[in-house]
């Protein structure tokens, strides 16, 4: 009797390991739908000279981005949670020691970095934590179409999604994280980590790569530039917020494994307790905020569809806590908010060509403040926490809205002004008006015959 | 190079089962390196001929 119930134990166990393995594996394909979208939406967003180069530097960017986490990202998260001493944390699951070895592609942790029998987690989380690495990269490359040139940009991704991000989430998004012990820091679906970096670290470049040739008059006024395909543009939107669903739902951390907080409840990444279901009530209804709200001052389906994505980010740092009509209430405001925050950015000569440093910039730290707000008192860890670990509040998560826009913004201007001193920055202005396509792509988008009104060629 | 173990039941614990497990996953991934930044220092030379050619 005792032999057989430890066969059907033991069973549980493979069946459980297989499906933890299987939910997380899942959660890749279904965020390649963000990229889908970014692709699709940051395409649709360009004039017709310059489709085919918005969409290489959009491949390009998740390309590389997917390698240098592979190769040093995935290092940086497990290796700087309680900063950049390297030390290791409370939890023993963090610090340079730690990091070295299982998160390095060469050496003995090489072992936990390919295949392994023994080990079903590794892959499927480096591969769900190397699709949000390649979502920032996303996030800001449609600010910045139309007069980046590709190599300089993929150099600013590579920074912004192996370095920005990791060091982000290993602060804010590890149980170990300093800004979660010692401020009670709560984002479980990284408003702050994955959007407000992006959307800053995108400002940060666009700083110094200035607006698009014909953007600003003399005067200062903007001249709206209009995309070629607005159903491209918002059926992206629509994907991207599809690829949400996979996002979200890897945040997640399933019961009954090693590596699981809990035998008995999934939980967040921080430990404390969270369900599926949370994510059934409250994204939709923040889609639904989001798209309501914007549409009051719009009335545009670019800047609706846009809604919805702020709608998601300004409740996603407590999606697991929030009740669902509160998060319709921070949706629809968040939606209202996004088209003056944008123009009001334009007014001060920036073109974000998509409105990402809004959407994902403002919103993202919008939603921070909000959940202290009103998540201020909650655990920040759960049962296993060191005493003295800090509860959500509104300071903590004030102190983690400024932590998250400076890991964005420094290094992005940082590091554009780098690029900018070695002319790799910008795309000449007599380039950009005669079109990137015809310049750099040997293949044309549209059929012959089919010239874009903006080009002299 | 090669089969990294004397048979597959060696490589069901927790160990490394890929090409190179024996030693060599290291030199993969720094050729990976190279290549990436070797690619990159491509593209930004051939872009930047393109600009010169069309200013």
Not at chain 1, 280 to 297: C, H, K, L, P, Q
Request: proline letters at 4%; hydrophobic letters at 55%; charged letters at 10%.
């Amino acid at each position: 009797m005792e032999e057989q119930l430890a066969q059907v134990i033991a069973s549980a166990q493979v069946t459980n390991t297989f499906f933890a393995e299987t939910y997380y594996f899942l959660s890749i394909p279904l965020m390649m739908l963000i990229h889908v979208g970014f692709l699709s939406y940051e395409m649709g967003a360009t004039r017709v000279k310059n489709v085919l180069s918005s969409g290489i530097k959009n491949l390009l960017a998740f390309s590389f981005t997917i390698v240098a986490w592979y190769l040093f990202g995935w290092w940086f998260y497990w290796a700087l949670p309680t900063g950049f001493t390297g030390s290791e944390g409370y939890m023993a699951i963090s610090g340079i020691e730690y990091a070295n070895a299982i998160a390095l592609p060469w050496g003995d942790s090489a072992q936990y970095m390919g295949p392994n029998a023994g080990d079903h987690a590794s892959g499927v989380f480096w591969g769900a934590f190397a699709l949000f690495a390649a979502t920032t990269a996303s996030i800001m490359s449609g600010a910045l179409i139309e007069r980046v040139q590709t190599v300089g940009f993929v150099i600013c991704a590579i920074v912004l999604g192996t370095a920005a991000w990791g060091i982000a989430a290993a602060w804010g998004w590890h149980a170990d994280g300093w800004l979660v012990t010692q401020w009670g820091y709560h984002d479980f679906g990284a408003a702050g980590l994955v959007h407000a970096v992006a959307g800053f670290f995108a400002l940060g470049v666009l700083m110094k790569l200035g607006p698009r040739v014909g953007k600003f008059n003399a005067d200062g006024s903007a001249n709206h530039i209009a995309g070629h395909n607005m159903m491209a543009t918002v059926i992206g939107l629509m994907l991207i917020i599809v690829g949400f669903f996979g996002f979200l739902m890897a945040c997640i951390i399933l019961p009954g494994e090693g590596w699981s907080w809990y035998g008995e409840h999934a939980t967040t990444i921080y430990g404390t307790p969270m369900t599926l279901s949370a994510l059934g009530f409250n994204v939709v209804m923040a889609v639904a905020g989001g798209i309501i709200g914007a549409w009051i001052f719009t009335k545009d389906p670019f800047w609706m569809m846009s809604g919805a994505l702020a709608g998601i980010i300004s409740v996603a740092a407590g999606l697991d806590i929030y009740f669902p009509a509160h998060v319709f209430i921070i949706a629809t405001v968040a939606g209202i908010l996004i088209k003056p925050c944008a123009d009001w950015l334009e007014a001060r000569g920036i073109d974000d060509a998509v409105g990402a440093v809004t959407i994902h910039g403002t919103i993202g730290l919008f939603g921070l403040l909000v959940l202290g707000i009103f998540g201020s008192g909650y655990p920040a860890l759960a049962a296993f926490a060191p005493e003295g670990t800090a509860t959500i509040s509104f300071l903590g998560q004030l102190v983690g809205a400024v932590v998250m826009f400076l890991l964005g913004f420094v290094p992005g201007y940082i590091v554009a002004t780098v690029l900018n001193a070695a002319g790799m920055l910008r795309v000449p202005d007599a380039v950009q008006i005669k079109g990137l396509d015809p310049v750099k792509v040997p293949a044309q988008a549209f059929p012959e015959g089919m010239a874009s009104p903006e080009s002299d060629n | 190079m090669g089969f990294p173990a004397n048979s597959w039941d060696e490589l069901l614990t927790d160990v490394g089962m890929y090409i190179g497990a024996d030693g060599g996953a290291g030199w993969y991934s720094f050729i990976a390196i190279v290549m990436c930044i070797v690619i990159l220092a491509m593209g930004n030379q051939s872009e930047h001929e393109k600009y010169d050619k069309h200013q």
